[in-house]
């Protein structure tokens, strides 16, 4: 193969005569270009599009006919074409997947340095001539793509005749090929980010049903073998009794499958977590005639999105069980901040029925009979890293409270200045108001489960 390693001067003045030819042809001069394709970097905009808007340009400033972006694949075996410009159809399709070893791209990709190649033999073959010959492309450029010395592809430029770009050209190349190199390496990290965060939420489900779901139906299938025996020796009593394990087993499968399917399908509310609790408050009140006081007095960006639709799914979950069971004129919903302010309480109350002597403790901890949702709450605090209680006042009703602590570093923040000064740190979101007493709102809320 008869190629150059070239090695552009960076510094290298813009001649006069590439700077008049660019503006005659319409294309941005050189540095605007430079200053254009950061900007897009910064602004994160799409990197296929981003690929495909400045090779055109960069083809004009160095005189190209044609062009094309090539990636490299995850073993680093393959250069898959993401952009391409001035190419025949059939062209496009032939270096759609090409050997990172080939010809002057591979030795772009092994040198990390520009390659002006005048043997075409590779792209010859490939292409069954055609494109690359007398009548078409006769020489190739190939700059590497590359972010703390690191290659990730490499832009091929194709030319008819002439000589090597100059070396103005080449450093601006070089320069464009370091920042869409940093372009490609975001990319790469976030497609790892994304990748890592799937990971997560799957051994996160995994987790959710093995401790839930898959133990009930463990314990199911050692019951109905007993069951299978009792009403085969036709011992009445202790078949009721297998029965009503099975019936509650399969309730408490039910419940968590119910729990989890409610975790992934609640996003974070847009507007902030004392929307979510005045749209589920909004929610009860048409749903049901107790009379609802709402006070929300916790000010924004405190905690992350995760724990907000923790805390909302709890509120919801806690006034539905007021409008199914309690039978209450009147309830009360509060979170705020509590102890020394570094403490979060949700506290929903009613004047209802409450619960029977001696089926509080059972109701709340093994979530027996019709009480799935209190487990259901327990496992939400336990998430949080908090305490999930149920109490019946003296005066009767009933008495949830959700309590846990602020993040970490929040809770840091607001130890110093700010928090002397009544202000809120950001966490999840920008705090916007400090705080707020939460009344109806116009915007539809969905319906209480």
């Given amino acids: 193969m008869t190629a ?22 319409g294309v941005a001069a050189p540095r605007d270009l430079l200053a254009e394709l950061a ?16 090779l055109e340009p960069l083809m004009h400033i160095a005189g190209a006919t044609g062009g094309a972006v090539r990636v490299l694949g995850p073993r680093e075996q393959h250069m ?10 059939q062209v496009l399709e032939a270096e759609r997947a090409v050997e990172s070893s080939c010809g ?3 030795a772009a990709l092994a040198g990390a340095q520009p390659v002006w190649a005048h043997d075409l033999t590779p792209c010859v073959a490939r292409n069954h001539g055609g494109y690359f010959g007398e009548e078409g492309c006769r020489r190739v450029l190939a700059v590497p793509l590359q972010h703390r010395g690191r290659v990730l592809g490499l832009i091929n430029l194709f030319f008819k005749e002439g000589p090597e770009p100059a070396n103005d050209v080449l450093a601006l190349l070089k320069t464009a090929g370091e920042l869409l190199g940093l372009a490609l390496d975001n990319a790469r ?3 790892e980010n994304l990748h890592a965060h799937a990971l997560q939420e799957r051994q996160a489900l995994a987790a959710d049903v093995h401790d839930g779901i898959g133990q009930s139906l463990a314990f199911v299938k050692m019951r109905l073998l007993l069951l299978h025996d009792a009403m085969r020796d036709g011992r009445g009593a202790d078949a009721e009794r297998y029965f009503a394990d099975v019936r509650d087993a399969v309730g408490q499968a039910h419940a968590g499958l119910r729990s989890i399917l409610t975790e992934f399908r609640t996003p974070p509310d847009p507007q902030g977590l004392a929307h979510a609790l005045a749209a589920s ?15 929300v007095d916790l000010p924004e960006g405190l905690l992350r999105p995760e724990m907000e639709v923790q805390v909302a799914l709890v509120a919801r979950e806690a006034l539905a069980n007021v409008a199914r069971h309690a039978a209450a004129r009147h309830a009360t919903l509060r979170l705020g901040l509590v102890g020394d302010g570094n403490e979060v309480q949700l506290q929903v109350q009613d004047d209802g029925a409450g619960f029977a002597a001696g089926h509080l403790a059972d109701a709340a901890g093994s979530g027996s009979g019709s009480h799935y949702g209190l487990t259901i709450m327990q496992e939400r605090a336990r998430r949080l890293g908090g305490t999930f209680t149920v109490q019946t006042p003296p005066e009767g009703g009933t008495c949830l409270r959700l309590r846990f602590a602020l993040p970490a570093a929040v809770a840091a923040v607001r130890a110093g200045p700010q928090a002397r000064a009544g202000q809120a740190p950001p966490a999840g979101r920008p705090p916007t108001t400090p705080s707020t007493r939460a009344a109806a709102l116009a915007v539809p809320a969905t319906q209480v489960p």
């Fill in 4 to 25: 150059a390693i070239l090695s552009p001067d960076a510094d290298a003045p813009l001649q006069p005569a590439a700077a008049a030819s660019t503006a005659a042809g």
């Fill in 104 to 106: 002057a791209c591979g």
């Fill in 281 to 295: 408050a909004e929610s009860f009140r048409r749903s049901c005639p107790t009379t609802l006081e709402l006070e």
């Fill in 80 to 89: 898959h074409l993401a952009a391409g410009a001035g190419l025949p159809p």
């Fill in 189 to 191: 990290l976030a497609r």
């Fill in 39 to 54: 900007a897009g970097l910064a602004a994160g905009d799409d990197l296929r599009r981003l690929l495909e808007r400045f």
